[in-house]
């Protein structure tokens, strides 16, 4: 058995726990608990007897990220807390947990294997990811405790994430400046020492997060509000094992981080600040449930400050002080849940009588609390005795020990009064009505275990030193033989005197308790945690909201404006960041400035023309200028794309310009101004960048590759078509991609939403008003015309790979000649393109993904392949293209079949969905393969 | 020197439509740029080198580069395919003119964030293309979302 595989036997119980609960109800707990046993045996086999027992398993290679395992003294001690508390509270769940709860179970299953993760885990990333998985656990498990608890969960899961972030702060620096991430390494590393400044920074954020995850001051408020949670969670999560996450980051950072002075500044203020504060609020609350959970906040903060100590001594009081107090408040906390289930309340107003009730439970309870105390012989008192004394020997001198310790026994003088007020508010008295104990006998037997393990622990505490004393010489990186042995009796010293001062003032308090709570029935504080959780979190909402509206607009021009200004800046930045000789393009061909003449005119009518066809036929004319700068580049395939597109562009415009107002809405003149100013900073920008960055470029390396192999690669010599279809078939099969979505796009938005109408198709009367007779020279050119374009389009697709041609132009060219025959018709519904053009668009693809399965015969996708047929030149890469072709063929269609619909004042398609309300809808996903069709036929048969 | 002045000019155009508030001058204002941005990667293969790259053995020291010449062949079939898609998009919906019919069942969210709008150049906010659609479509649809809650 390994250590990954006691992990794995952890994670395969977290599996199998709900199915188990699914088909066992409530004995689920007997399983886990001794599936847990079962692993708190193993564990204990595999400790080894001196040193570390290292395992580690390769997970991201390339992070060099390993499932690194190590089980030291340290992971041992809180491995074995995490197996064995768990393996009780289990055996309490049994009984608590009576209906068939597979979730809890998983969740809990889940939890210990987070557990053991993080305290095995020797990568740090493997730690930080330990550490979130307990996290999410604890808010799950509060989350499904009952419909109210989302809010608490909620908070508890904003502050610990939160922590959870700082620890990932911390774990990405250390990453990054000692380039590796075993934690062993990391923590040996000289950069503790050598540089204080980033080692104090570390050691801020791991002890952010220690803190957030101990519920130290100023987070402390999350453990309270987790009380919603059944109590085996209580007991388990928030009181003996996550909340001991952050103790135990701290105790494996200690030695690294105690060369800074930020380390115990932080531990030991805050530490003894929480203590004192926990210890009050206990004393204030009457809900059992919360004054066990913040004596859990004082308890925590006890062992924040001892660790804040950093010596050897203070450790070993450490490690103590975890076990007893994993025993006596999981004790705790069980004893709650068993009163809450037996009395039905957990106020201690209410209760009363208990000691009679039930007497063997209230004696359990009593030596549970006992220990919280610090009474001797329990264990609880030796730990505390440890602290106190750890803390008197502080290295920081005699005074300020002295006075932390004064502060630790402030704290321990509210810890006996909240004890003593949980045993006489509760035992004494009438005895109370209880329900019966039948089917609880389990959870007492658990309460039971607790205590008398840490009575027995108290008075054989030599018997924990091969569990503690590691723990504390591994955290502190001394030999165990220096340590000193653990024992009950230390004579007369002044730990022993604090200690008697505590209980004395405990006593007091409790004498005098009719004052102490006159005292303490008031706020403490100007407000309480949970409200600042809740203020910050809306706080946050508020400023994202307000960040929110800097964009929450459908004004266009609010969203182009920004990007404009940063490109333009980011442009004349680059512009003048560039050194060497900026490309005017030697002597410019006169045919150059024609062209841009032709493109300036042309686009300055764009921008003046108040009437949309103008507008359009200005962009036409910059469009075929754009074609002819192609051709004079050098670039017939390109100019001829060009020319193709926009000629079926202006096609397009025009029926959609049917349903639009003929003239535009006028801008205002600010509107214009502003334009003007950025329209004018765009272009300016755009020539000074186009000249400092391109322009007289020598041929790239990737270029003269393309030039000089071409032929010999692939066998074509029309260069472009082989980049194409060849060598970036890949990009260009995803740019098909793209056009068929934008085909299903526009199918899809032409059947979800309605078309708006427009001015209907009447011409003004005269010889040209008869549609028949208007198109009849468009006719009669189209008769001879479109089986000789379709012709032409085949040869171009054929001829492509070595000359001008190829598929995306001969599809234009076929698309060109179905777009004259469209509008040649007479009329709309004559139109007919009756072509299933997704089903094109669609087998398009399918046949350049089957090419390109093809080349996977030659050893990868889309390589093509080549035969000599007869002494004909054949490759694969003509069916890429064939599939090119279909596909752009295929959206080229839809466009002009979506767009060419009848415009409103016969609306087809609110027509068919209205419907005779006694019709019978179409199908729209029968339509959607030749929606055309069935529209224009729909139409017809209307009545008008 | 030609060529920047040529992508200047279009972008310039392109920024000054986009900037705009009807529907189809964004649409010219996007093919505009579309056509600079083209002329731009034309410029990074360099223009000094005119010749077509066709044929046996072209000789690089005058033929021009074919790598942006393929990229801008197909940027050209798919700015395209956008622009007739936002075609789609200026010619469907809800006529801005037309009351928020109550019960309409589609196209509530175009509109949606119209109250949102900061008070731009003009006084009506969104895109206004449909501006002019005659009441009589209007109140067509009208008639048929009737018929259909019928």
Known sequence: ?944 | MMLALSVGALVAGAAYLMLDRTFLRVIIGFVLFGHAVNLLLFSSGGILRRTEPLGSGPDPAVTADALPQAFVLTAIVIAFAITVYMLVLAVTGRADEDAPAAGSDEDAAPDAADEDAPSGTDDRAGMDDRAGTDDRSGAARRTTDEESRA
Request: with cysteine.
């Open chain 1, 1 to 944: 058995m390994t250590l990954m595989m006691l992990l794995a036997a952890a994670a395969t119980l977290a599996a199998l726990a709900p199915a188990v609960a699914r088909s066992w109800g409530g004995r689920a707990g007997w399983f886990v608990a001794a599936a847990l046993t079962l692993l708190t045996a193993v564990l204990v086999t595999l400790r080894p007897t001196g040193g570390a027992l290292t395992e580690s398993v390769a997970w991201i290679p390339a992070a060099d990220i390993s499932l690194r395992l190590q089980l030291d003294g340290l992971s041992f001690l809180f491995a074995l807390v995490v197996l064995g508390v768990g393996a009780l509270v289990m055996l309490y769940s049994a009984a608590y947990v009576k209906e068939k709860a597979p979730g809890f179970y998983l969740l809990m299953a889940f939890f210990a294997f987070a557990m053991l993760a993080l305290v095995l885990a020797d990568d740090i990333v493997v730690m930080f990811v330990a550490w979130e998985l307990t996290t999410l656990c604890s808010y799950l498990l509060i989350l499904r405790s009952s419909p109210d608890a989302a809010a608490p969960a909620g908070r508890t899961l904003l502050v610990t994430a939160g922590g959870g972030l700082a620890l990932l702060g911390a774990v990405t620096a250390l990453v990054v400046r000692t380039g590796t991430t075993e934690l062993t390494a990391v923590l040996n590393d000289p950069v503790w020492r050598e540089d204080p400044l980033f080692a104090g920074i570390v050691a801020a954020l791991v002890a952010l997060a220690a803190m957030t995850k101990s519920a130290q001051f100023p987070f402390h408020a999350w453990l309270p509000d987790a009380m919603v949670a059944p109590a085996p969670v209580s007991a388990y999560l928030h009181a003996a094992a996550m909340v001991k996450a952050g103790i135990y980051l701290l105790m494996r950072f200690s030695e690294a981080a105690s060369a800074t002075w930020v380390w115990p500044t932080i531990l030991v203020t805050v530490g003894l600040g929480t203590a004192i504060m926990g210890a009050v609020f206990a004393l204030q609350r009457t809900d059992l449930k919360e004054l066990f959970a913040y004596s859990t906040v004082s308890q925590l903060g006890l062992l924040v400050a001892v660790i804040g100590v950093g010596t050897p001594e203070a450790l070993t009081a450490a490690a103590l002080h975890v076990v007893a107090h994993a025993l006596f408040k999981s004790s705790g906390f069980m004893y709650v849940g068993l009163v809450e289930k037996r009395a039905g309340t957990r106020d201690i107003r209410e209760l009363h009588g208990l000691a009679r009730a039930m007497p063997w439970t209230s004696a359990m309870a009593v030596l549970g609390v006992a220990g919280m105390a610090g009474l001797p012989p329990l264990l609880g008192f030796a730990s505390k005795e440890l602290v106190l004394d750890a803390m008197a020997h502080s290295p920081a001198g005699t005074a300020v020990g002295l006075g932390i310790a004064l502060a630790a026994t402030a704290a321990s003088v509210g810890t006996v009064a909240y004890s003593a007020r949980v045993v006489v508010r509760t035992l004494p008295g009438q005895p109370m009505e209880l329900k019966p104990a039948r089917g609880t006998v389990s959870m007492a037997v658990a309460v039971g275990a607790t205590a008398v393990a840490g009575a027995v622990g108290g008075l054989l505490v030599g018997l924990l030193d091969p569990v503690v004393l590691p723990a504390a010489a591994d955290a502190t990186g001394t030999a165990v033989g220096e340590l000193y042995p653990l024992s009950l009796w230390h004579g007369v010293n002044l730990a022993l005197l604090l200690s008697a001062v505590a209980v004395g003032g405990g006593a007091i308090a409790v004498w005098q308790r009719v004052r102490v709570d006159a005292a303490l029935d008031r706020r403490l504080f100007p407000f309480t945690g949970v409200a600042a959780v809740t203020r910050a979190q809306s706080a946050t909402i508020a400023a994202g909201r307000r960040v929110g509206d800097l964009t929450r607009t459908d004004h266009p021009s609010s969203h182009l404006a920004v990007p404009l200004v940063v490109i333009a800046g980011g442009g004349l930045l680059a512009a003048a960041l560039t050194t060497g000789e900026w490309g005017l393009g030697g002597g410019a061909p006169v045919a150059d400035v024609g062209l841009t003449v032709l493109i300036v005119v042309g686009v300055v009518a764009a921008v003046a023309s108040r009437t949309r066809l103008g507008a359009v036929i200005a962009a036409g004319i910059v469009g075929f200028t754009v074609a002819l700068w192609f051709y004079s580049l050098g670039a017939a395939d390109v100019a001829l794309t060009q020319l193709l597109v926009e000629i079926l562009t202006v096609v397009v415009m025009v029926l959609v310009l049917r349903r639009l107002p003929a003239t535009f809405r006028r801008r205002g003149a600010g509107g214009r101004l502003r334009g003007g100013i950025v329209a004018v900073a765009a272009g300016a920008v755009a020539t000074v960048g186009t000249l400092a960055l391109t322009g007289d470029r020598a041929l790239s390396s990737a270029g003269e590759f393309f030039l000089r192999l071409a032929e010999d690669e692939t066998g074509g010599t029309n260069v472009v078509n082989t980049i194409l279809v060849d060598f970036r078939a890949l990009d260009t099969l995803g740019e098909l991609v793209v056009l068929g979505i934008a085909a299903l796009a526009m199918t899809a938005l032409l059947t979800a939403r309605t078309p708006v109408g427009g001015t209907p198709d009447a011409a003004p009367p005269g010889p040209l008003s008869d549609p028949a007779l208007n198109t009849v020279f468009l006719r009669s050119l189209a008769r001879p015309l479109v089986p000789l374009m379709l012709l032409g389009s085949l040869y171009a697709l054929l001829r492509g790979h070595n000359a001008p041609g190829g598929g995306f132009i001969a599809a234009l060219l076929g698309a060109s000649a179905l777009a004259l025959l469209y509008l040649a018709a007479v009329s709309d519904r004559a139109a007919p393109l009756r072509l299933p053009y997704l089903a094109i668009t669609g087998v398009g693809i399918l046949v350049a993904v089957g090419s390109g399965v093809l080349g996977l015969a030659d050893g990868s996708f889309l390589r093509p392949l080549h035969a000599d047929l007869l002494g004909v030149h054949l490759t694969t890469a003509l069916v890429f293209d064939l599939g090119v072709y279909l596909a752009v063929f295929g959206v080229i269609l839809a466009a002009v079949n979506l767009l060419g619909m009848p415009p409103l004042d016969d609306p087809p398609r609110s027509r068919d969905r209205a419907g005779a309300p006694t019709a019978p809808r179409p199908t729209t996903a029968a339509s959607a393969s030749v929606p055309a069709e069935d529209d224009h036929s729909a139409t017809e048969e209307a009545p008008r």
